[in-house]
């Protein structure tokens, strides 16, 4: 069959590789793409927004099913889109519909439904800027830090953590009264501190049925020591060493069953993949938040630990047949390394001519932020690089991406070179 895929990512080139190993995959198109999934199938220059050119050329292309990277086009009704469309909804698409998606997209409505389902979670309650006093005295009566969200997509800006009730204020002013982060913080969700080791769990779901994919850790601040600025990610490590069986079974039992039920009991369709972000709090999991679709770049080294065939399990979603299909994974451990662009997260530059990808040894990569320019592999965002290493152990596999990022080199390049430590010292 034909698939496209939406999204221009590390995570995108990660699916790139993996769908075009599928026995199932005839064509794959990717859309817009980037240097390193132009590798896999064909780069479309279309954006993943534009509904209308991408059912367009789904049509003209007879694609057979449509793969969403990405939370936006998720959140904008790309579903919807091809349902309502007579001569599109014959096309499966992996993602939920908006209503689904607005488990991401909106802090409230996910809150509000982990609470529904009795889904542990910290404790919380939403402000708008007519209830901005309440939320004002709301502050006065909570611990510190406090933990403020925008209800909706912030590009991974909206969360702050706030240290002093002074700082909770000015920021809950900010975001209410003076539109911080324009439309998304129209409502604030205020919610507890919870004071733990995060990992995220990752399912896939036909709406009945459900896999739970390899766990992951994702590596957020800029700096070595989780120092330093939030990022898009700076790497990740899969499995993650505390997640063993008595914690992953309270995951499933507390976490993935409800969520999946409530989407049931709530008449939400949801044909796709669940991103759970958890608070392991002394052995008890905790979900901090939903999203709908894989992480970056969490999925760089999940889909490493994937032996089954990935478009298998798509068409078991699509025909809402995942129960029968069996998940095949692997126990060696995958780590992942972002190469970023200097400065990154704050301002950077592009356009670095890129080398040494020729020399890694032990890894693989996946472009995340990099344009071919006449044949030259140039920098084209923060995120550039994902070096991907599986091996047997932990060690091993930190050692080989580590060794591999240092092989790539470009003007400004920086990664972390401690993605994975904390997990060697807890086992
Ligand atoms: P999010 O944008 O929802 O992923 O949140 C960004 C980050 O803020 C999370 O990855 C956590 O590190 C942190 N965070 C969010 N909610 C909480 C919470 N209730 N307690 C502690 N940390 C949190
Ligand atoms: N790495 C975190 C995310 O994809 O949201």
Redo the contacts with the bound molecule.
């Keep these: 069959m034909n698939i496209l895929l939406l999204g221009s990512g590390g995570r995108e080139n990660a699916f790139a590789w993996k769908i075009a190993q599928s026995k199932h995959c005839d064509q794959l198109f990717i859309a817009p793409g980037n240097g390193g999934t132009a590798n896999y199938g064909k780069n479309v220059n279309l954006k993943a927004t534009d509904f209308e050119a991408i059912g367009e050329f789904a049509l003209k292309n007879q694609v057979n099913m449509l793969v969403v990277g990405p939370e936006e086009p998720l959140v904008k009704g790309i579903h919807d889109y091809f349902l309502a469309d007579e001569k599109l909804k014959h096309i499966p698409v992996i993602g939920p519909q908006q209503t689904g998606a607005q488990l991401e997209g909106s802090k409230d409505f996910s809150k509000d439904f982990m609470q529904r389902h009795k889904i542990p979670t910290?404790a919380y309650r939403s402000f708008t800027k007519e209830t901005l006093e309440e939320g004002l005295n709301y502050l006065d009566s909570q611990k510190l830090p406090i933990?403020l969200?925008a209800d909706g997509l912030a590009a991974?800006k909206?969360?702050l953590?706030c240290e002093t009730l002074a700082d909770a204020k000015t920021e809950l002013k900010a975001m209410l009264a003076d539109a911080k982060f324009g439309e998304a913080s129209q409502k604030v969700v205020i919610?507890?501190?919870?004071?733990g080791i995060?990992l995220s769990v990752f399912v896939l779901t036909d709406g009945n049925s459900y896999k739970i994919l390899p766990e992951a850790k994702d590596y957020?601040r800029i700096g070595e020591g989780d120092t330093g600025l939030?990022t898009g990610g700076m790497g990740s490590v899969s499995p993650v060493s505390f997640a063993k069986g008595d914690f992953l079974k309270k995951v499933e039992e507390r976490i993935v069953i409800p969520t999946v039920e409530g989407l049931k009991k709530d008449g939400i369709p949801y044909k796709g993949f669940i991103f759970i972000?958890l608070?392991n709090v002394n052995g008890e999991p905790y979900v901090?938040?939903y999203n709908v679709r894989m992480g970056d770049p969490e999925t760089e080294s999940v889909l490493l630990r994937i032996e089954s065939d990935l478009v298998e399990l798509f068409q078991g979603v699509a025909e809402e047949n995942l129960a029968e299909k069996e998940i095949k994974l692997s126990d060696k451990t995958a780590v992942t390394v972002m190469l970023v662009a200097g400065g990154y997260p704050g301002d950077y530059e592009k356009g670095k001519v890129m080398s040494g990808m020729e020399n890694v040894r032990d890894s693989l990569v996946f472009h995340a932020g990099t344009e071919a320019d006449n044949g030259v592999i140039k920098t084209n965002g923060g995120r550039v690089i994902a070096v991907t290493s599986l091996q047997d152990n932990l060690f091993d596999a930190v050692q080989c991406a580590i060794a591999d990022a240092g092989r790539i080199y470009y003007d400004g390049r920086y990664f972390r070179s401690d993605i994975g430590a904390d997990l060697l010292k807890l086992d």
């Design positions: 910290a933990v969200k991974g909206g969360v953590i919610e507890e501190f919870l004071s995060e957020k939030n972000g608070m901090i938040e």
